[in-house]
T-cell receptor, first 118, second 112 residues
């Protein structure tokens, strides 16, 4: 089955610890994204990547880091510098190579990882 | 940058009624407007999208309208069913790269 997987589903972290969230896709998509979702708020973009070995900061990148060493993988590290890390984290991807029309193509989302800082 | 506002934040309807969710955007260059449905504890799923060269799009019980002049777009769900209960997000993108900006979501509750 093609899709996006995120692991783990639930993650608990002690204050002061770094933690890495996994995101893998087998859709052969070029672009990948990380969003943060808080209760009552929309999705906010943390980082995004168009191609391997390249990524850009989104709107709330402080306290986060990413890497894109492989096309199918885009892990997110939540560092101890992130002051309020408890949230639901969503990974997404899209195919840049084939455009369905004006504005590009659908973003497909993974099932999410719920991070709780104890 | 782009800003998307979404109303209402919660919407309760009876089964069989229609539901309408409205969004406004600020950047006139935005040209792609998807709607996502998110069930509890899951990732959002695209239910319908519309591009700036079209004014309306339908898919069975779901329709989206776009008014580029007023910079607003709306989701219409007819003959609502309990399984339509979820949080719905609108979004807008103004580049081919699709850096989506999301609204704050609408929690739809359909009562039997």
């Amino acid at each position: 089955d093609g899709g996006i997987t995120q692991s783990p589903k639930y993650l608990f972290r002690k204050e002061g610890q770094n933690v890495t969230l996994s995101c893998e896709q087998n859709l052969n998509h070029d672009a990948m994204y990380w969003y943060r979702q808080d209760p009552g708020q929309g999705l906010r973009l943390i980082y995004y990547s168009q191609i391997v070995n390249d990524f850009q900061k989104g709107d709330i990148a402080e306290g986060y880091s990413v890497s894109r060493e492989k096309k199918e993988s885009f892990p997110l590290t939540v560092t101890s510098a992130q002051k309020n890390p408890t949230a639901f984290y969503l990974c997404a991807s899209t195919d840049m190579g084939r455009t369905s029309g004006i504005g590009g193509n659908e973003q497909f989302f993974g099932p999410g990882t719920r991070l709780t800082v104890l | 940058g782009e800003n998307v506002e979404q109303h209402p934040s919660t919407l309760s309807v009876q089964e069989g009624d229609s539901a309408v969710i409205k969004c406004t955007y600020s950047d006139s260059a935005s040209n792609y407007f998807p709607w996502y449905k998110q069930e509890l504890g899951k990732g959002p799923q695209l239910i319908i999208d519309i591009r700036s060269n079209v004014g309306e799009k339908k898919d069975q019980r779901i329709a989206v309208t776009l008014n580029k002049t007023a910079k607003h777009f709306s989701l219409h769900i007819t003959e609502t069913q309990p399984e339509d209960s979820a949080v719905y997000f609108c979004a807008a993108a103004n580049t081919g790269f699709q850096k989506l900006v999301f609204g704050t979501g609408t929690r739809l509750l359909v009562s039997p």
